[in-house]
């Protein structure tokens, strides 16, 4: 079945410690997306790329890095300059042409303590 | 990019019809209008996408003014399992003048009651 995987589903850091989260999608799209959700708001871009070895900061970069070796995986590093990391991270995938609609993972949960 | 505007809440009682506005005032010639749902702790799920003609598939319909400045999300019969949070977003393709981002603004969320 094709479709986009994030894993783990809850990831648990002491603070201070940098972490990676992935994102892996065999759907064949060019584009992938890194969002970031708290409670009760809506999703805020991070990062997004385009095609291999490329990406572009999205609206909250600060304290993020991403990698695009292959084009079906995205990785996050949510780094130790990340204030707030503490939240939901929902990665997507869709064509260039963002046609039929974007495919998103289910998530992984970063607490850190 | 074209920025969207929604209500942020709405009510629907359950069997009825549940109509989902959203402006998207400054849209441009190549931007499709998509709507997005999440169910709380879920990924969002995609619903429907359309440019100028309205739209219909399994579960939902798109109504586009003609201006294309707005448009109506309906769920013809709503049910409890459709309580979510609805997004509107308007974005181009790839090579037609847009950036590539997907931004979700703050969303709808429908509460559909028994």
């Known amino acids: 079945d094709g479709g986009i995987t994030q894993s783990p589903k809850y990831l648990f850091r002491k603070e201070g410690q940098n972490v990676t989260l992935s994102c892996e999608q065999n759907?064949?799209?060019?584009?992938m997306y890194w969002y970031r959700q708290d409670p009760g708001q809506g999703l805020r871009l991070i990062y997004y790329?385009?095609?291999?070895?490329?990406?572009q900061k999205g609206d909250i970069a600060e304290g993020y890095s991403v990698s695009r070796e292959k084009k079906e995986s995205f990785p996050l590093t949510v780094t130790s300059a990340q204030k707030n990391p503490t939240a939901f991270y929902l990665c997507?995938?869709?064509?260039?042409?963002?046609?039929?609609?974007?495919?998103f993972g289910q998530g992984t949960r970063l607490t850190v303590v | 990019d074209a920025k969207t505007t929604q209500p942020p809440s709405m009510d629907c009682a359950e069997g009825r019809a549940a109509n989902l506005p959203c402006n998207h005032s400054t849209i441009s010639g190549n931007e499709y209008v998509y709507w997005y749902r999440q169910i709380h702790s879920q990924g969002p799920q995609y619903i429907i996408h359309g440019l100028k003609n309205n739209e219909t598939n399994e579960m939902a319909s798109l109504i586009i003014t003609e201006d294309r400045k707005s448009s109506t999300l309906i769920l013809p019969h709503a049910t409890l399992r459709d309580t979510a949070v609805y997004y509107c977003?308007?974005?181009?393709?790839?090579?037609?003048?847009?950036?590539?981002?997907?931004?979700f603004g703050q969303g709808t969320t429908l509460q559909v009651k028994p």
């Open positions: 977003i308007v974005r181009g393709g790839h090579g037609s003048g847009n950036t590539g981002k997907l931004i």
């Open positions: 759907l064949n799209h060019d584009a």
């Open positions: 997507a995938s869709s064509s260039l042409q963002g046609l039929p609609g974007a495919f």
């Open positions: 790329s385009q095609i291999v070895n490329d990406f």
